[in-house]
């Protein structure tokens, strides 16, 4: 298994931003398709974004389309998401993820915690 | 894109096989034979067990096995041990860059 480990994940309010950040084996991140997927608190899982190797491209789910941004720095092995007009639905632990092809995830961070609360 | 439809439980003893279903359309399990499958223990991050349909990843017992049929995708826990209590998900690529996951379903060993 490859090691990814997030950062960034706080309490914040409604309308707030965030920055999350995953960082991996060179090895693993410069090749890959890569992704964020969030879980809330007692829920199942969903895709929020993700991004071709070569970062050209960016895929949302609808429902953050506008608020959020995915990135790449494949120099820096590292994944991005800025998450801007937080809401409290946004509420979920986030996970840095890679797609080995079709959706199919084979590598997971540990997750980070993003709590928006009045 | 909505989730796909898995049942909220499931359980069997030790030793029994439990089988876990996830039901979705046309648009996705019913056409494209990328159906995966993750286990996921309190707490913990989820681990892919099943990709392809029924390829396991390295690593994973062959106790863990899918299969498909039409628009509904299956999970098959054979032998089961006390480890194997956890939740579990199914995802299936739904053409383009769509891709959903299931609802989940908590597998209980009694």
């Known amino acids: 298994e490859v090691q990814l480990v997030e950062s960034g994940g706080a309490l914040v309010q409604p309308g707030e931003s965030l920055r999350l950040s995953c960082v991996g084996p060179d090895f693993i991140l410069g090749g890959s398709w890569m992704g964020w997927v969030r879980q809330a608190p007692g829920r199942g899982l969903e895709w929020v974004a993700h991004?071709?190797?070569?970062?050209?491209?960016?895929y949302y789910v609808d429902s953050v389309k506008g608020r959020f941004t995915i990135s790449r720095d494949n120099a820096q092995n590292s994944l991005f998401l800025q998450l801007d007009s937080l809401r409290v639905e946004d509420t979920a632990v986030y996970y840095c993820?890679?797609?080995?092809?079709?959706?199919?995830?084979?590598?997971w961070g540990q997750g980070t915690l993003v709590t928006v609360s009045p | 894109q909505s989730a796909l439809t898995q049942p909220p439980s499931a359980s069997g003893s030790p030793g029994q096989s439990v089988t876990i279903s996830c039901t979705g359309t046309?648009?996705?399990?019913?056409?494209?034979?990328?159906v995966s499958w993750y286990q996921q223990h309190p707490g913990k991050a989820p681990k892919l067990i099943i990709f392809g349909v029924t390829e396991r990843p390295s690593g994973v017992p062959d106790r863990f096995s899918g299969s498909k049929s039409g628009n509904t995708a299956s999970l098959t826990v054979s032998g089961l041990q006390a480890e194997d209590e956890a939740d579990y998900f199914c995802s299936s690529y739904a053409g383009g860059h769509d891709k959903v996951f299931g609802t989940g379903t908590k597998v209980t060993v009694l």
């Open positions: 991004i071709p190797p070569d970062g050209r491209e960016k």
């Open positions: 046309i648009n996705d399990i019913g056409t494209y034979d990328y």
């Open positions: 993820v890679t797609d080995r092809g079709f959706g199919a995830v084979d590598n």
